[in-house]
């Protein structure tokens, strides 16, 4: 199993790009999914996460308002619509996913960015010109 993380590129300050996240060998509805991105020098934060289609998603106060995390089910697919862009998003961006049984769908939205995940995408850069 494993997760297929795309989507990244340089892209203008104030400019969009979207990030997917593609679940290969196990279906994601069965999944909490997480993205988190690490930019040089700095360590991993967490920037959304999504625990099933019916629930509230959670954002970093960083990206709220600016980006949006959602799922399409018929493509195994989560994806992380990033709009008004700026530099300091400039960061590898990886998605994650841990069995739904594992938490709680509330617990989880609580605690996305500090629990641990069964499965890592290799992820994708992103680059912010400004």
């Known amino acids: 199993v494993q997760l297929q993380a795309s989507g990244g590129g340089l892209a203008q300050s104030g400019g969009s790009l979207r990030l997917s996240c593609a679940a290969l060998?196990?279906?994601?509805?069965?999944?909490?999914i997480g993205w988190f991105r690490q930019a040089p020098g700095k360590e991993r934060e967490g920037v959304s996460c999504t625990s099933d289609s019916a629930s509230r998603p959670h954002y970093a106060d960083s990206v709220k308002g600016r980006f949006t995390i959602s799922r399409d089910s018929a493509e195994n697919t989560v994806y992380l619509q990033m709009d008004s862009l700026k530099p300091e998003d400039t960061a590898v961006y990886y998605c994650?996913?841990?069995?739904?049984?594992?938490?709680?769908?509330?617990?989880?939205?609580?605690?996305?960015?500090?629990?641990?995940?069964?499965?890592w995408g290799q992820g994708t850069q992103v680059t912010v010109s400004s």
């Open positions: 994650a996913a841990v069995r739904s049984r594992t938490y709680s769908g509330s617990y989880y939205l609580s605690s996305c960015f500090k629990v641990g995940y069964d499965v």
């Open positions: 060998g196990f279906s994601l509805n069965d999944f909490r």
